[in-house]
Protein backbone atom coordinates (compact mmCIF):
# COMPACT_ATOMS: atom_id res chain seq x y z
CA UNK A 1 0.00 0.00 0.00
CA UNK A 2 1.60 3.68 -1.32
CA UNK A 3 1.46 6.30 1.37
CA UNK A 4 -0.39 9.39 0.26
CA UNK A 5 0.63 12.91 0.82
CA UNK A 6 -2.11 15.76 0.70
CA UNK A 7 -1.13 18.89 -0.80
CA UNK A 8 -1.32 21.73 1.78
CA UNK A 9 -4.73 23.31 -0.47
CA UNK A 10 -5.79 19.69 0.09
CA UNK A 11 -5.64 19.70 3.71
CA UNK A 12 -7.13 23.12 3.68
CA UNK A 13 -10.30 22.21 2.08
CA UNK A 14 -10.49 19.06 4.44
CA UNK A 15 -10.24 21.12 7.52
CA UNK A 16 -12.48 24.18 6.16
CA UNK A 17 -15.55 21.81 4.60
CA UNK A 18 -15.24 19.28 7.95
CA UNK A 19 -15.57 23.13 10.36
CA UNK A 20 -18.21 24.04 8.16
CA UNK A 21 -19.95 20.68 8.43
CA UNK A 22 -19.25 20.79 11.96
CA UNK A 23 -20.50 24.30 12.87
CA UNK A 24 -24.19 22.71 11.01
CA UNK A 25 -24.69 19.80 12.81
CA UNK A 26 -22.72 17.92 15.99
CA UNK A 27 -20.76 15.53 14.59
CA UNK A 28 -21.34 16.35 11.04
CA UNK A 29 -17.62 17.38 10.69
CA UNK A 30 -16.42 13.70 12.45
CA UNK A 31 -18.59 12.53 9.85
CA UNK A 32 -16.96 14.11 7.12
CA UNK A 33 -13.49 13.46 8.25
CA UNK A 34 -14.42 9.82 8.46
CA UNK A 35 -15.23 9.67 4.80
CA UNK A 36 -12.04 11.45 3.68
CA UNK A 37 -10.01 8.57 5.62
CA UNK A 38 -12.28 6.16 3.90
CA UNK A 39 -11.20 7.89 0.55
CA UNK A 40 -7.72 7.59 1.01
CA UNK A 41 -7.71 4.08 1.98
CA UNK A 42 -9.79 2.95 -0.61
CA UNK A 43 -7.39 4.91 -3.02
CA UNK A 44 -4.31 3.66 -1.29
CA UNK A 45 -5.36 -0.53 -1.89
CA UNK A 46 -6.72 0.12 -4.72
CA UNK A 47 -5.26 3.70 -6.70
CA UNK A 48 -6.11 2.76 -10.67
CA UNK A 49 -9.46 1.38 -9.53
CA UNK A 50 -11.36 4.94 -10.15
CA UNK A 51 -10.96 6.07 -13.92
CA UNK A 52 -8.64 8.25 -15.17
CA UNK A 53 -10.26 12.60 -14.73
CA UNK A 54 -8.29 15.25 -15.89
CA UNK A 55 -4.88 15.98 -16.61
CA UNK A 56 -3.21 12.65 -15.84
CA UNK A 57 -5.14 12.57 -12.26
CA UNK A 58 -8.09 10.53 -11.36
CA UNK A 59 -11.16 11.34 -8.83
CA UNK A 60 -12.81 9.01 -6.26
CA UNK A 61 -16.32 10.52 -5.60
CA UNK A 62 -17.13 10.66 -1.90
CA UNK A 63 -20.58 8.50 -0.65
CA UNK A 64 -22.47 11.00 1.57
CA UNK A 65 -20.94 14.44 0.61
CA UNK A 66 -20.88 16.66 -2.20
CA UNK A 67 -17.11 16.21 -2.36
CA UNK A 68 -14.61 14.35 -4.80
CA UNK A 69 -10.71 13.46 -3.95
CA UNK A 70 -8.63 14.18 -6.83
CA UNK A 71 -5.43 12.51 -6.95
CA UNK A 72 -2.19 11.07 -8.62
CA UNK A 73 -0.37 7.34 -8.25
CA UNK A 74 2.79 8.20 -8.73
CA UNK A 75 5.28 5.54 -8.41
CA UNK A 76 6.20 5.96 -4.46
CA UNK A 77 2.95 7.62 -3.28
CA UNK A 78 -0.16 8.78 -4.08
CA UNK A 79 -0.29 12.58 -4.28
CA UNK A 80 -3.50 14.22 -3.28
CA UNK A 81 -4.33 17.51 -5.11
CA UNK A 82 -7.93 18.54 -4.00
CA UNK A 83 -10.48 17.40 -1.90
CA UNK A 84 -12.86 19.08 -4.31
CA UNK A 85 -16.47 20.54 -3.76
CA UNK A 86 -18.60 19.70 -6.61
CA UNK A 87 -20.35 23.15 -7.02
CA UNK A 88 -16.79 24.73 -7.61
CA UNK A 89 -15.42 25.45 -10.99
CA UNK A 90 -13.92 22.84 -12.85
CA UNK A 91 -9.90 22.40 -12.48
CA UNK A 92 -9.22 24.97 -10.17
CA UNK A 93 -6.89 22.75 -8.92
CA UNK A 94 -4.57 22.55 -11.98
CA UNK A 95 -2.46 25.25 -10.67
CA UNK A 96 -1.21 22.62 -7.88
CA UNK A 97 0.27 19.71 -10.47
CA UNK A 98 3.67 21.62 -10.46
CA UNK A 99 3.43 22.20 -7.61
Not at 59 to 74: G, N, T
Request: proline share 8%; charged share 25%; glycine share 4%.
Amino acid sequence: MKPTVFHPEATMEMVDAARFYEERVEGLGEDFLAEVVAAEQAVQTSPNLWPPFRLGSRRYLLHRFPYSMVYWDLPDHIWILAIAHASRRPLYWKSRVGK
